[in-house]
């Protein structure tokens, strides 16, 4: 990444840098894709799949390294972690007040941002996945409502591999040996022919859809097989859609592996 394309960043968003990506670096390898898909100018919406807690580290390391920082819409309660919740502020990034009347805020923040020509990251699941082999569920409208509002590309990644790190809702890290973090970024999904259309529930899900199909074909490349299941709905299976839906003998379950092929550092 040449110096010219580095942005001016917050001092917290320096300082937090500087801290986490020589670790991320020593205790990682890194296969990234992709990279010439994300735009070089302009604000933009970059949205991945979600596998575990690692997830939002290994993320913004490769839009990091790519030279478009993002920044991320992050659900409220990591805010009020001490410490954590000052500097994540402070680096500008935008919290979240799930299944209240503060998510407008975010929402207004987001669109914001984009306006003002950052690269913003969303989980489109909004949470780790609740499909079984860890394949991307059905995707929330966030992403897709500030893509269509401000018309910027919408960008879709598959990432694979933190889980090897820290199974979902595990709490056994695994750091050695060294596992890979693959990430994916692909061309951004086509909505031009919704634009104009009015921004409504079934623009949104025809949207989002379409932005998490990307994802899966993506994730299918890295991983090397296809997903043959319909997309996992936490509503129809009647699984919680936050919090821990795993029972006490499911936390820590080994969980699917990275493929092996085309690794690199």
């Keep these: 990444m040449s110096g010219a394309r580095r942005r001016r960043?917050?001092?917290?968003?320096?300082?937090?840098?500087?801290?986490?990506?020589?670790?991320?670096?020593?205790?990682?390898?890194?296969?990234?894709?992709?990279?010439?898909?994300?735009?070089?100018?302009?604000?933009?919406?970059?949205?991945?799949?979600?596998?575990?807690?690692?997830?939002?580290?290994?993320?913004?390391?490769?839009?990091?390294?790519?030279?478009?920082?993002?920044?991320?819409?992050?659900?409220?309660?990591?805010?009020?972690?001490?410490?954590?919740?000052?500097?994540?502020?402070?680096?500008?990034?935008?919290?979240?007040?799930r299944s209240s009347a503060a998510a407008a805020h975010a929402y207004r923040a987001a669109v914001d941002g984009v306006r003002e020509g950052k690269a913003l990251g969303i989980f489109p699941e909004g949470t780790i996945t609740r499909d079984p082999d860890l394949w991307p569920m059905r995707g929330k409208t966030g992403a897709a409502r500030v893509a269509l509002?401000?018309?910027?590309?919408?960008?879709?990644?598959a990432q694979w591999g933190a889980q090897e790190i820290l199974a979902p809702y595990?709490?056994?890290?695994?750091?050695?040996?060294?596992?890979?973090?693959?990430?994916?970024?692909?061309?951004?999904?086509?909505?031009?022919?919704?634009?104009?259309?009015?921004?409504?529930?079934?623009?949104?899900?025809?949207?989002?859809?379409?932005?998490?199909?990307?994802?899966?074909?993506?994730l299918e490349v890295l991983r090397d097989e296809k997903n043959v299941h319909e997309?996992?709905?936490?509503?129809?299976?009647?699984?919680?859609e936050i919090g821990n839906p795993m029972s006490h003998e499911d936390i820590g379950r080994p969980a699917p592996e990275a493929k092996r092929k085309g690794d690199r550092r």
Excluded at 179 to 195: F, I, N, Q, R
Excluded at 231 to 240: A, C, L, N, S, Y
């Design 9 to 97: 960043l917050p001092f917290a968003y320096r300082f937090a840098a500087l801290l986490l990506r020589p670790l991320l670096m020593a205790l990682t390898k890194r296969d990234w894709r992709g990279v010439e898909n994300l735009p070089a100018e302009g604000g933009f919406v970059v949205s991945t799949n979600h596998i575990s807690y690692v997830d939002p580290l290994v993320f913004a390391h490769f839009m990091y390294d790519s030279g478009r920082e993002a920044y991320f819409l992050g659900k409220e309660s990591i805010f009020r972690i001490p410490l954590v919740g000052w500097l994540l502020r402070k680096a500008g990034q935008i919290p979240v007040h």
């Design 149 to 157: 509002e401000t018309r910027c590309p919408l960008v879709p990644v």
């Design 170 to 218: 595990g709490k056994r890290v695994r750091l050695f040996p060294r596992k890979t973090m693959h990430m994916y970024a692909g061309p951004p999904v086509d909505l031009s022919d919704l634009y104009g259309k009015p921004i409504d529930t079934a623009v949104l899900r025809e949207a989002t859809d379409r932005l998490m199909d990307r994802i899966t074909e993506l």
């Design 231 to 240: 997309r996992f709905d936490p509503r129809r299976h009647g699984v919680p």
